[in-house]
DNA sequence: GCAAGGTC
């Protein structure tokens, strides 16, 4: 018998039901010679400290770097304290007993290096023997599975990659459980301060934005508005030069042709300029993009968007939320007009999914190549009733989505006039002359102007006009705003993006930090710690969180870098390169790391009113 | 009491 095991049950279905196989067990699924089984996600994880020896919280035990490491159950908070999750040692059960009876095995996680890991960690924890194949596809279709399996390969093509997620793994532990453990502890152990790879450079980000924005002198500065008039279009100019002082403002306010002024047609026409402009439709929704029109729009968190488009995947709605990809392939793509036809009774855009129906679709969210482990999300065709209104307001994005990046551009003309009363203004106005898919939201634009004119008259190079009305305005110079879910995830997203060394840059330019699959818990972690804390939209570091900043800002682990140091090192293990090398290196940071913060941590003052306490945290 | 990674 062979059993092919998948990284999660919708998966293992999609194959089953494509070699038709449908008979229905408990964590499998049998027929035509084959058992199909799931994990969820990662059964196993890398031992606790204690697993180890190194019992409770001590600096005799640092830093702890155990010889070997062991694997064990994924754990599940309950009141008695931490236990095994019973549903993943119930799945461990099923999986043992179908591989025991197994005479090949066949990997069908996903096609990736923590997909990789999921399997091998099952498969050694299970002391398993038996020979395995590897499934490697990134794309569900009937087509593409079945071409999977006429190509399935050796398992040991992917040792190198299991090497660098095995790494990446316990890289990790050491760095995160010692660093913790030292911070912790020498600033008096009063609470439990976590410091991570991922997490501390995402409190960083947040904390050093805090400190510029709370240091931020506004500078105050003026501009002048005049008020032609075109045959009775009044529309408004503003000054082309910013002045530092009002007396400045004031000299050129003074110098404004205007009608009260004695000049009947003081206001002249310079120069004309109209550009259309095609605003190509935006790109399908990654469940990070879609996390931020979500907070952008209904103000969710990132936590409770991922966890409602949870439920839309679980009521087969939507398809897999955590993916980091906004592109789908050409199988993918042939069904999205039955897709959009679907659309045709929404009560907010079926007027435009009809509108698509037999139109000619643009591609832009078509690559093959850029979908990674998971395709962008669409909405699946079935057909949601009862929904919520928060499930029906994440879903209604998904679907809209998709109407909008199969629809055609929108075509707008930008209209710049430049007058010349005095000195020189320019009018701008945006008008749109074909909304292609802004007409499915009919949202206004989010980066509109406030001294956007809306429409602007048609007026001629030469022209000489009234000018009804002149003022003087106040402005402020502002700062870069406090981050809110949306901004953050953006620059988690695009995180070492400005990295100096060009290596690293590279190895970070697809990845960022964290994963779609973990950006939202990141957050949820610093907010558990009480290392930041929501106020209204924004993130905003607490005491504590400060305190923390200041003592770990100039170490790597509060840098994006740490992550592209990895990220490339780890590439080169999956082609090949030693592995007992980085794992030395990675040590000799621990040690480093460790000794480091035992001292610094001295300096740290938490304030005990906020800080979480270490029995309930 | 601790990481980051995956998922129900």
């Given at each position: 018998m062979k059993v092919i095991i998948a990284e999660k049950p919708s998966v293992a279905r999609e194959i089953a039901r494509v070699f038709g196989a449908n008979t229905k067990k408990n964590g499998y699924i049998e027929g035509k010679g084959f058992t199909f089984t799931w994990a969820f996600g990662h059964l196993l994880q890398l031992a606790a400290p204690q697993e180890y020896g190194?019992?409770?919280?001590?600096?005799?035990?640092?830093?702890m770097l155990p010889p070997k490491f062991k694997l064990s159950i994924r754990k599940v908070k309950t009141k008695d304290g931490v236990v095994d999750d019973p549903s993943v040692k119930k799945q461990l059960d099923v999986i043992k007993s179908l591989f025991d009876e197994a005479t090949e095995i066949i990997v069908a996680t996903d096609a990736g290096r923590e997909g990789e890991l999921i399997f091998r960690y099952i498969y050694y924890y299970l002391k398993c023997k038996k020979p395995f194949k590897r499934l490697w596809i990134s794309s569900q279709t009937d087509e593409a599975i079945k071409e999977g399996f006429r190509n399935l390969k050796p398992g040991s093509d992917y040792d190198t990659l299991f090497n660098s997620a095995h790494c990446r793994s316990q890289s990790d532990w050491l760095v995160g459980m010692n660093a913790t453990q030292a911070l912790s502890l020498s600033s008096g152990n009063r609470a439990v301060l976590s410091l991570g790879r991922v997490q501390t450079p995402t409190l960083a980000m947040i904390c050093s934005r805090f400190i510029e924005n709370r240091n931020f002198v506004p500078q105050t500065y003026y501009q002048v508005s005049i008020h032609p008039d075109k045959d009775g279009q009044v529309f408004k100019a503003i000054s082309t030069e910013n002045y530092a002082t009002k007396e400045e403002a004031e000299a050129v306010f003074n110098q404004v042709q205007d009608v009260e002024g004695g000049f009947p047609q003081g206001g002249h026409v310079l120069q004309v300029e109209a550009k259309p402009r095609k605003e190509p439709p935006p790109l399908l929704h990654d469940l990070s993009s879609l996390q931020q029109e979500a907070n952008k729009r209904k103000g969710f968190t990132a936590d409770q968007t991922l966890s409602i488009l949870q439920n839309l995947y679980e009521s087969k709605l939507v398809t897999y939320p955590r993916t980091g990809s906004r592109y789908i392939g050409d199988d993918v793509f042939a069904g999205v007009p039955a897709l959009i036809e679907k659309q045709e009774l929404h009560p907010l855009f079926g007027k435009q999914a009809q509108a698509l129906a037999g139109a000619k679709l643009s591609k832009r969210s078509v690559n093959a190549k850029k979908v990674t482990d998971h395709h962008a999300i669409l909405p699946t065709g079935e057909t949601p009733n009862h929904l919520s209104p928060d499930h029906q307001a994440v879903f209604d994005m998904v679907a809209g989505r998709m109407l909008e990046a199969f629809h055609q551009d929108c075509i707008k003309e930008i209209t710049k006039i430049t007058m010349q009363s005095g000195a020189k203004f320019i009018a701008s106005g945006t008008v749109i002359h074909t909304a292609g898919w802004r007409a499915v939201f009919n949202d206004k634009e989010d980066d509109k102007k406030d001294e956007e004119n809306a429409t602007l008259p048609k007026v001629t190079q030469g022209e000489n006009l009234p000018v009804t009305a002149k003022a003087i305005l106040e402005k402020q110079t502002k700062p870069k705003p406090l981050y809110n879910e949306a901004s953050l995830l953006k620059a988690l997203e695009t995180a070492g993006k400005e990295i100096d060394d060009e290596e690293l840059r590279y190895a970070m330019k697809d990845s960022g930090l964290g994963t779609p699959a973990t950006r939202a818990a990141i957050i949820e972690t610093l907010l558990k710690r009480n290392y930041i804390i929501r106020e209204k939209k924004n993130l905003v570091p607490t005491q504590t969180g400060l305190g923390v900043y200041e003592v770990v800002k100039n170490q790597q682990i509060a840098q994006a870098e740490l992550t592209g140091n990895w990220e490339k090192r780890l590439e080169e293990i999956r082609s090949g390169a030693s592995v007992t090398e980085f794992q030395e290196e990675i040590k000799t940071y621990t040690r480093a790391i460790t000794s480091e913060l035992l001292n610094l941590g001295k300096a740290l003052n938490i304030p005990v009113a906020e800080a979480t306490s270490k029995t309930n945290a």
């Open positions: 190194y019992y409770g919280w001590n600096i005799q035990n640092l830093p």
